[in-house]
C-alpha cells in the first residue's frame, strides 16, 4: 500500500471552492428590528427575488428557528442570547458553503449582534436595520401580541417590557414606516446584489 496521499483525501475544501460552484458570493444578512417592523416580509421578499435571479438561498426567521433547533427556548435574555449565537453558527455553515443566507431575528441588543457579528465574521455579516417606530409596529399589531403584552399576558415583550436597542452602526438601514414595501424591498435587493456580486 503506497503512504501517498491523493489531495482528494487531503485537502479540506473552503468557502471560496464552493463559492465557484454556486457562482456566487455568499454571506449572511442578518435583520434586526422590532416585532410588526417588516423583517419577515422583506426577508421573504428579498429571498424571492434572489431565488428568481438564480441565487441559492435560505431563510432563517424565530419563526423556523423557534419551532426546530432553537424549540427549548424562550424570550429571558439568556435565551435569547441563546437563540442568536444558535443561528449565527447555523448561518455561517450555510455560508461557508457558498449560500446566500438571510437570518431574520429581532437581536435586541448591540451585545447580540456584536456576538452574531463575531461568530459570523466581520466581512460575511451584513446587518440590515429594519426600522420603524414602535408606535406604527404596535398599530400593525400583525400577530396581536402587542396587544397581549399590553394586557400582561406576554411577559418580556420587545420594546413593551423588554430592551430594544437601536443598532449603532448598520451596513444598510431600511425605513419601513416611511417608505413603501415596494421602495423598501428595491433598496434592500440593490444593496444585496452588491454584496453578493461574484468576481471569480
Ligand atoms: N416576548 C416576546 N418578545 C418578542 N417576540 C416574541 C415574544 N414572544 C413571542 N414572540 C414572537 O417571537 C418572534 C421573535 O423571535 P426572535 O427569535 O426573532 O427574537 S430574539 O431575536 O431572540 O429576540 C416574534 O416574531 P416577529 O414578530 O416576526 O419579530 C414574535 O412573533
Ligand atoms: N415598507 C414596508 N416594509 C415591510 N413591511 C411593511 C412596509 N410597510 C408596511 N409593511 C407591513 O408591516 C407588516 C410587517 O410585518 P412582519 O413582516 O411580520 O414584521 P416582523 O417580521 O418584523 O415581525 C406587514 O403587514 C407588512 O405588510
New binding site residues.
Given amino acids: 500500500m503506497s503512504a501517498h496521499i491523493y489531495p482528494i483525501f487531503d485537502t479540506l475544501l473552503q468557502k471560496e471552492d464552493k463559492e465557484k460552484v454556486l457562482k456566487q458570493k455568499a454571506c449572511v444578512i442578518w435583520m434586526v428590528?422590532?416585532?410588526?417592523?417588516g423583517?419577515?416580509t422583506l426577508a421573504r421578499a428579498l429571498e424571492n427575488t434572489l431565488h428568481e435571479k438564480g441565487y441559492l438561498t435560505q431563510l432563517l426567521?424565530?419563526?423556523n428557528?423557534?419551532t426546530g433547533i432553537?424549540n427549548n427556548?424562550g424570550?429571558s435574555e439568556e435565551?435569547?442570547i441563546e437563540?442568536?449565537r444558535r443561528?449565527a453558527e447555523t448561518s455561517k455553515l450555510f455560508a461557508n458553503c457558498g449560500i446566500v443566507t438571510i437570518c431574520?431575528?429581532?437581536?435586541?441588543t448591540e451585545q447580540?449582534r456584536s456576538m452574531a457579528k463575531e461568530i459570523i465574521g466581520e466581512e460575511d455579516y451584513f446587518e440590515v436595520f429594519i426600522s420603524c417606530p414602535i408606535e406604527v409596529c404596535e398599530q400593525r399589531d400583525?400577530?396581536g401580541?402587542y396587544a397581549k403584552?399590553r394586557k400582561g399576558e406576554?411577559?418580556?415583550?420587545?420594546g413593551i417590557d423588554?430592551p430594544f436597542e437601536e443598532p449603532q452602526n448598520p451596513s444598510l438601514i431600511i425605513e419601513t414606516d416611511k417608505d413603501e414595501l415596494s421602495v423598501s424591498h428595491q433598496k434592500l435587493v440593490d444593496a444585496v446584489l452588491e454584496k453578493i456580486k461574484y468576481t471569480s
Fill in positions: 428590528g422590532l416585532s410588526g417592523s423583517k419577515s426567521d424565530g419563526d428557528l423557534r432553537n427556548l424570550f435565551d435569547r437563540n442568536i443561528a431574520s431575528l429581532i437581536s435586541p447580540i400583525v400577530k401580541l403584552a406576554i411577559k418580556h415583550f420587545t423588554s
